[in-house]
């Protein structure tokens, strides 16, 4: 059994990190000055919310993109809520040094110039959403600010749309519905395909993907995914093979991108990797438009590499009228209606609100997405817990591999040495 001593130091049922709840934490926030709008017309502000004149220290709530109301409910409960949209970045930029928190969706960008221009009030960004791509998060680390988002609300959302373009796909159901409104009967020209016992290819197994293959699974689909980060354990508790990346591709009926936008994700799908697909696959994008080669995926569709797309997201937002995929036939086309659903939006918006409040409070946040700065006071209390959380690990690694357990002493060995016996093994097992 492993054993880990404690330093004397450190007695059970001692608060692991007491600086958090500090009458004074990183991300809490003292007294500001009297809070003042300047005027907007009302096409630019949308529709404000009036409040009553506020103390001279309460804190301040910009949102600049429609929310659920309850979600304003909640913040309301924690200072002076401002709801302004269609900002221009000039009248953000007028605002941002009277906010303590800064609520945002995907228009609204958040950049460095931004939290310069905050002069250190701003705290906490929330992202009413999942994706970040609009938010400068090394900036935001820098300047002492909390980026906090709400990655669960509308995973079910997600999903379920993910699903219904997938039948939309495999029934060609908005060309059989686009044939009857033009006053056509075309019902041999529009027959689809049965999705029992085709294999479903899930890029991406966090939890929107790891949903679809949920339902998909119960729809009889095979599900196999490509995820580098997906633990063996989950996908096998969801009945998914894991395989590589060219491997998922070429055995997908269907690919499902859940992936996020990054600079390696940038056009992933492209001429290369879309020849990869399996001959007259179908794949669907509810993730970010960014991700697929427009032009590429339109190429491998006239070439009948592929049979037909679905798309919720492009690389520009809203696409123009001549966009390439949009008026074709053998792309099915949403307007970002993934977590658009009553319940998503209201959810996204209780669970933000939630995570703003907490960093407003300096509680920790499950939705933080940058660690705050801590003092060299702070660290010297966290150091010990940080060494234990360390060998506790190592142990559990060696229990796992079934090897002895080394028995550390932090009394007697505050750092543990580079060539102990715990490192050999770390040095032994790419997994630890």
Same mark, same amino acid.
């Given at each position: 059994?492993?054993?880990?001593?404690?330093?004397?130091?450190?007695?059970?049922?001692?608060?692991?990190?007491?600086?958090?709840?500090?009458?004074?934490?990183?991300?809490?926030?003292?007294?500001?000055?009297?809070?003042?709008?300047?005027?907007?017309?009302?096409?630019?502000?949308?529709?404000?919310?009036?409040?009553?004149?506020?103390?001279?220290?309460?804190?301040?709530?910009?949102?600049?993109?429609?929310?659920?109301?309850?979600?304003?409910?909640?913040?309301?409960?924690?200072?002076?809520?401002?709801?302004?949209?269609?900002?221009?970045?000039?009248?953000?930029?007028?605002?941002?040094?009277?906010?303590?928190?800064?609520?945002?969706?995907?228009?609204?960008?958040?950049?460095?110039?931004?939290?310069?221009?905050?002069?250190?009030?701003?705290?906490?960004?929330?992202?009413?959403?999942?994706?970040?791509?609009?938010?400068?998060?090394?900036?935001?680390?820098?300047?002492?600010?909390?980026?906090?988002?709400?990655?669960?609300?509308?995973?079910?959302?997600?999903?379920?749309?993910?699903?219904?373009?997938?039948?939309?796909?495999?029934?060609?159901?908005?060309?059989?519905?686009?044939?009857?409104?033009?006053?056509?009967?075309?019902?041999?020209?529009?027959?689809?395909?049965?999705?029992?016992?085709?294999?479903?290819?899930?890029?991406?197994?966090?939890?929107?993907?790891?949903?679809?293959?949920?339902?998909?699974?119960?729809?009889?689909?095979?599900?196999?995914?490509?995820?580098?980060?997906?633990?063996?354990?989950?996908?096998?508790?969801?009945?998914?093979?894991?395989?590589?990346?060219?491997?998922?591709?070429?055995?997908?009926?269907?690919?499902?991108?859940?992936?996020?936008?990054?600079?390696?994700?940038?056009?992933?799908?492209?001429?290369?990797?879309?020849?990869?697909?399996?001959?007259?696959?179908?794949?669907?994008?509810?993730?970010?438009?960014?991700?697929?080669?427009?032009?590429?995926?339109?190429?491998?569709?006239?070439?009948?590499?592929?049979?037909?797309?679905?798309?919720?997201?492009?690389?520009?937002?809203?696409?123009? !009228?001549?966009?390439?995929?949009?008026?074709?036939?053998?792309?099915?086309?949403?307007?970002?209606?993934?977590?658009?659903?009553?319940?998503?939006?209201?959810?996204?918006?209780?669970?933000?609100?939630?995570?703003?409040?907490?960093?407003?409070?300096?509680?920790?946040?499950?939705?933080?997405?940058?660690?705050?700065?801590?003092?060299?006071?702070?660290?010297?209390?966290?150091?010990?817990?940080?060494?234990?959380?360390?060998?506790?690990?190592?142990?559990?690694?060696?229990?796992?591999?079934?090897?002895?357990?080394?028995?550390?002493?932090?009394?007697?060995?505050?750092?543990?040495?580079?060539?102990? !016996?715990?490192?050999?093994?770390?040095?032994?097992?790419?997994?630890?």
């Amino acid at each position: 059994m492993a054993l880990v001593r404690l330093p004397q130091s450190m007695k059970l049922g001692e608060r692991v990190i007491p600086f958090m709840n500090q009458q004074r934490s990183s991300f809490q926030t003292p007294a500001r000055k009297s809070f003042r709008w300047k005027a907007q017309s009302e096409e630019d502000r949308g529709q404000a919310m009036q409040a009553p004149p506020i103390a001279r220290d309460e804190i301040q709530i910009l949102i600049t993109e429609r929310v659920g109301s309850s979600g304003i409910a909640l913040l309301e409960k924690v200072g002076r809520v401002e709801c302004s949209y269609n900002l221009s970045e000039t009248e953000l930029l007028e605002k941002v040094p009277y906010v303590d928190a800064l609520v945002v969706r995907s228009k609204t960008y958040v950049t460095r110039q931004l939290f310069a221009a905050s002069n250190g009030r701003l705290k906490v960004v929330g992202r009413a959403g999942v994706g970040v791509d609009n938010i400068d998060i090394p900036a935001a680390t820098e300047a002492g600010c909390l980026v906090v988002n709400a990655p669960t609300a509308n995973t079910l959302a997600a999903a379920e749309h993910a699903v219904a373009l997938l039948y939309a796909l495999s029934r060609n159901l908005a060309q059989g519905d686009a044939s009857m409104k033009a006053g056509r009967w075309e019902s041999s020209k529009y027959t689809g395909i049965s999705l029992v016992d085709k294999t479903l290819a899930v890029m991406g197994l966090g939890k929107v993907g790891a949903e679809v293959a949920r339902i998909a699974s119960g729809l009889g689909m095979k599900v196999v995914a490509h995820d580098p980060y997906a633990l063996p354990g989950v996908a096998h508790s969801l009945g998914v093979e894991l395989l590589s990346f060219n491997d998922a591709l070429a055995q997908g009926d269907f690919v499902s991108l859940h992936i996020p936008l990054t600079r390696a994700t940038c056009r992933l799908f492209n001429s290369v990797t879309l020849s990869k697909m399996k001959q007259g696959a179908y794949i669907i994008n509810v993730a970010r438009g960014g991700v697929i080669d427009e032009a590429d995926l339109a190429a491998a569709l006239d070439e009948g590499r592929l049979r037909g797309a679905a798309l919720d997201v492009f690389e520009v937002t809203p696409p123009a !009228p001549d966009n390439i995929l949009v008026c074709r036939s053998d792309v099915v086309c949403t307007p970002r209606l993934s977590v658009s659903t009553k319940e998503a939006k209201e959810g996204v918006a209780v669970e933000i609100a939630g995570a703003v409040a907490a960093g407003l409070r300096g509680e920790p946040c499950a939705t933080a997405l940058n660690a705050p700065r801590v003092s060299g006071d702070e660290l010297s209390l966290l150091q010990p817990y940080a060494e234990l959380a360390e060998l506790l690990g190592r142990a559990t690694v060696q229990m796992v591999h079934g090897r002895s357990v080394q028995v550390h002493d932090l009394n007697a060995q505050t750092h543990p040495r580079a060539d102990g !016996p715990c490192d050999a093994t770390a040095e032994e097992d790419p997994a630890n």
